[in-house]
């Protein structure tokens, strides 16, 4: 250990000037921030951003050098890094947006991309004319840059808050797409900037802007369609699908960018948006491959970005103005472009009250103020560019912090939050499915269901439960499923196939720890123990500790954690309820416990859920039966016929 420590003194002391020790930085701090970020439940962002800076700026001033540097380490390989790297972000966010998902507010979304922009431009620039007094063409520049919010930071928020309605949707759609909008403006604006004669600028700005519409969009359309080509015919083997998708994204961003400064980060965009809106292949394998690698790219990036500050531009701002410049973004420019964009759009108040409260800044503002400043300092070295990256890194660190703090309770405040959401999906939709859906609902909790028999569909409805008809394999079907409110999903069609490629349609939408499976039928390995080998009563067992879990049975797998209870099956449970017993309610309180619930319903009883006093559900799962507190109701199988009197206070129940 002695002498592994004295290596990592030495590496650190080496500070930038190890590669190795340089790259390993990186990858310890972003990860290792993401999972601290994930453990106290704040925008990774924040701890990214922090650790950049303790590296970078923060070691420098305490130590006279930073312990990171990342132009020493990548030298001019850097800034074409962190492009390739954000056009690699932009085309997975790319692969997230459906057309399904804005249905009817389409044109909230054009609007908020188009004037939207342009309205927080203008009141961004002038902002930081009046505000930080900074040159009407060093205020133009970056009130462009900080035109984006961007899908880094708006995505892990809105998987955070959920919002119900439309807002959802319309925040991811502009996240992603206002990127390259926002990239691109940037560039027409240094265009103008970098322009000899004013009398040209006109016609600079037009050809820049077609030829960044075309060569962008054109090389991007075309490497989605190659990439469809193939897989539509077999021409790549599964194992190779991932590394072809990202060398062609890796082609079209270089190419585009070859004969169009910028337009890399449209052809990524459009490349991924027409891919996620394709049906001839099936492509959630890629997305999910990309879905992992952006992990590891923001946090490098945000990390990379950070450590670049120095203190002579941390020195160089004036904090105060800085502070009145960003509460103009927050109150003025992002409510203003809300507000007017979404006039006649079909959104409630409370949709667009929230919506002006979310536009944090993320790595694109980043990384096109590092690239455009490094262009403006070479062909205006007395133009101050040198300001803007600290300007747009104190505006990201500034709109991140207010609204990752605040957008939760202001969501749940105005009452468009769905966090949490304690709804049960359930495939399938049998007797028993349809029994424990009713339940469920008369106690307050959310319950939809689905099922290709017409006859279960039509009894279900009949019996006023959320019921939709088709095939959860289909993928039309799947993608117009309505799952607002649902947070956990129950297999159990009598078909095991079934259930396990349904639980790994929901993966990605639930998470593996939310996904649920009843067989048709029991294994023979998991048959009940004869009450000879085990005389204790559940309840009894729990408080002692001599529950027997079985790890595959208490854990998520592939294919869903067990529910209710081992030997209990859909076969069974139909075969119980056809001979009389019910799924009922019962209420726990200080004078009616859980150990005078097993009393009175005896070891027959298969308890299924606990409804706690606050309305969160907990389902029991094969192994581990859940507890219940006094307040909470849990919903169980009974015998009616087996009751056990009780001489004691009296219960509630359905």
């Known amino acids: 250990m ?30 290792g921030a993401q999972w601290l970020a994930w453990r106290i439940k704040v925008p990774s962002i924040l701890l990214l951003l922090a650790f950049g800076f303790a590296v970078g700026p923060g070691w420098a001033m305490a130590q006279g050098k930073p312990l990171l540097d990342p ?91 959920r919002p119900a309605g439309q807002s959802g949707p319309i925040l991811r759609w502009e996240g992603i797409v206002i990127d390259p909008i926002g990239a691109v403006s940037a560039v027409l604006v240094l265009e103008v900037l970098l322009a000899g004669n004013p009398a040209e600028v006109p016609l600079t700005v037009g050809i820049a802007l077609l030829k960044t519409i075309v060569i962008g969009g054109g090389i991007g359309l075309s490497s989605a369609l190659l990439l469809l080509g193939f897989l539509d015919k077999f021409w790549i083997p599964e194992h190779l699908q991932n590394p072809t998708s990202l060398m062609l994204v890796v082609i079209a961003y270089s190419v585009s960018n070859h004969f169009q400064e910028e337009s890399g980060l449209l052809a990524t965009t459009v490349m991924g948006v027409f891919l996620a809106n394709q049906r001839r292949v ?7 491959f990309k879905e992992n690698l952006s992990v590891l790219i923001i946090a ?58 979310m536009a944090p800044r993320g790595i694109v503002a980043a990384a096109v103020a590092s690239v455009f400043a490094l262009s403006l300092e070479e062909a205006m070295p007395d133009s101050g560019a040198s300001r803007l990256v600290p300007l747009a890194f104190l505006m990201i660190v500034g709109t991140v912090t207010i609204y990752g703090l605040t957008a939760s309770p202001v969501a749940r405040l105005l009452g468009v939050s769905d966090q949490d959401p304690q709804g049960v999906f359930i495939v399938g939709a049998s007797p028993v499915a349809r029994a424990i859906a009713a339940v469920l609902n008369r106690h307050g909790v959310a319950v939809a269901l689905a099922d290709t028999n017409r006859g279960n569909v039509t009894s279900g409805r009949m019996a006023g439960l959320k019921i939709a008809y088709g095939n959860i394999l289909d993928e039309i079907f799947f993608e ?91 076969t069974t449970l139909e075969k119980r309820l056809a001979s009389g017993w019910v799924i009922k309610a019962t209420s726990i309180s200080a004078e009616f416990t859980f150990e005078d619930y097993h009393t009175l319903y005896g070891d027959e009883a298969v308890p299924m859920f606990v409804v706690d006093a606050d309305g969160d559900v907990t389902i029991a799962v094969a192994g581990k039966h859940p507890t219940a507190e006094p307040g909470s109701k849990i919903i169980a199988l009974v015998n009616p016929e087996s009751l056990f009197i009780l001489k004691g206070p009296k219960f509630e129940g359905d």
């Open 2 to 31: 002695g002498g592994l420590g004295a290596d990592l003194l030495t590496l650190a002391a080496s500070g930038g000037g190890n590669a190795g020790f340089g790259v390993l930085l990186i990858v310890a701090l972003g990860v």
């Open 71 to 161: 132009d020493s380490l990548f030298g001019d390989l850097l800034l074409p890094l962190v492009g390739l790297c954000v056009g690699l972000i932009l085309y997975e966010g790319g692969l997230t947006l459906r057309a399904r998902d804005i249905k009817g507010v389409s044109r909230a979304v054009f609007t908020l991309v188009s004037l939207g922009a342009f309205v927080t431009w203008i009141v961004a620039s002038l902002g930081s004319y009046i505000v930080l007094g900074l040159s009407p063409q060093l205020s133009a520049l970056l009130g462009a840059i900080l035109i984006v919010t961007g899908p880094t930071v708006v995505g892990p928020l809105l998987r955070h808050i």
């Open 282 to 288: 099936d492509l959630r394998h890629i997305l999910e």
């Open 300 to 357: 490098s990036l945000f990390i990379v970005l950070a450590a670049r500050i120095t203190p002579a531009d941390l020195e160089a701002v004036n904090w105060w103005r800085s502070g009145l410049f960003l509460a103009v973004l927050v109150l003025l420019a992002r409510p203003a472009s809300v507000w007017l964009s979404t006039i006649g759009a079909g959104l409630d108040w409370r949709e667009r009250l929230f919506m002006s409260w």
């Open 480 to 570: 117009n499923l309505d799952l607002r409110g649902m947070g956990r999903v129950i297999a159990m069609t009598p078909n095991e196939e079934v259930n396990t490629l349904a639980l790994q349609r929901f993966t990605h939408e639930f998470g593996k720890a939310n996904l649920y499976r009843l067989p048709a039928r029991v294994d023979k390995k998991e048959r009940p123990k004869p009450k000879s080998e085990d005389s204790k009563s559940i309840p009894e067992r729990i408080r002692t500790g001599s529950v027997d879990l079985d790890p595959l049975q208490s854990h998520s797998s592939s294919t869903g954690r067990r529910v209710f209870d081992t030997g209990i099956d859909l």
